[in-house]
């Protein structure tokens, strides 16, 4: 249920509408804009009477709200969240491009890379050390170790860092200061026990999209971090699965906007692992953007060729260069800035 309130409503009597909602044990999300401010309810909200709520002389509307997500939705919060990490700011008219290698695989590569990226204008680095792999045989990660590479390039470039986390017991690791954002991948997406446990810290989330999830499930595992007291949650689309082979992935591009109209979270796109191919990297990353995307997130290896983890798909940094070149001639087009 929602409660829109009128424009210039006494602070007073919304603590006294607060407080009878609160007696129904009720809870309320708060969104106050430049006009107006609205009451999201969350719990069962048969026990409230809409028609005696609307009676009130400083409740302009109430609405029941359909959809089975409610703090992610945009019903909720009719303003755009912008979610900040450290100086970075995902979300809002700038662009956010996050760049690094599939996984980290020593100390003077992901040092190489960071610096790289950085000075191309990227505002992130990403990076594996913790790897789902299809294959138990495949590459991993250095797992603890290839989380201190991490901080030292961070700290090295000066740039924030984000990486994903497989399991709720590596959670304190990823708390302290050394790593600046936390990813859950998309096969994750629906571990429900580690989305509450993410969503009882405070950092942000970049939350990406399963490989055969609907939209609304998608929101759905916002929704579990968000409910736990998180609000810092960035969705990010990297494909889904079709009948289609040619592409690893079917990016979506739809759901940028359906997004948008559903949901108040900013969305950042991954080309790389929608396409599995570095060459669609650039055009998708544009299309993107043009789409209405709040950022990208691209795979960025000093020697691709050779990579222990997603080659194919990795762009070089002279690559990422150019891209980052491209999208500052799109930004101003469809009103951002990169």
């Known amino acids: 249920m929602i409660i829109v309130l009128k424009q210039g409503t006494p602070q007073k009597e919304i603590e006294k509408i607060k407080r009878s909602i609160q007696m129904k044990g009720l809870q309320i999300d708060e969104s106050r804009g430049a006009k107006k401010t609205v009451m999201g309810l969350v719990g069962d909200t048969s026990v409230i009477d809409g028609e005696q ?8 509307n109430v609405m029941r709200v359909s959809e089975p997500y409610k703090r992610a939705s945009r ?42 990226v950085k000075l191309s204008g990227a505002s992130m680095l990403r990076g594996g050390a913790f790897k789902p792999r299809t294959s138990p045989y495949s590459f991993q990660g250095l797992r603890d170790s290839g989380l201190e590479m991490l901080h030292h390039a961070s700290q090295k470039a000066r740039i924030p860092v984000v990486t994903e986390i497989m399991s709720a017991d590596k959670l304190e690791a990823f708390l302290d200061d050394d790593i600046d954002a936390i990813q859950i991948g998309s096969r994750n997406m629906q571990n429900f026990e580690l989305l509450k446990a993410v969503g009882k810290v405070n950092k942000p989330v970049l939350l990406k999209r399963g490989l055969c999830a609907t939209i609304e499930e998608w929101l759905m595992s916002a929704e579990y971090i968000m409910a736990g007291g998180n609000r810092n949650v960035i969705l990010c689309e990297r494909g889904i699965r079709t009948f289609e082979e ?33 060459w669609m990297v650039e055009p998708m990353a544009k299309a993107a953007i043009a789409a209405g995307a709040d950022g990208i997130m691209v795979e960025v290896h000093n020697d691709p060729d050779h990579a222990l983890c997603d080659g194919a798909q990795s762009i070089t940094p002279q690559m990422f260069d150019h891209l980052m070149n491209s999208l500052r001639q799109i930004a101003p087009v469809v009103g951002r800035e990169l």
């Open 246 to 278: 040619y592409t690893r992935n079917t990016l979506d591009l739809s759901a940028i906007p359906a997004i948008k109209r559903q949901s108040h979270l900013p969305i950042l796109v991954d080309p790389s692992h929608a396409t599995g191919k570095r």
């Open 75 to 116: 019903s909720f919060h009719p303003q755009d969240t912008v979610v900040d990490i450290g100086d970075i700011k995902i979300g809002g008219k700038k662009i956010a491009v996050i760049a690094g290698p599939c996984s980290v695989e020593s100390q003077e590569q992901i040092d190489g890379i960071a610096k790289a």
């Open 53 to 60: 709520l609307k009676a009130n002389e400083y409740v302009e």
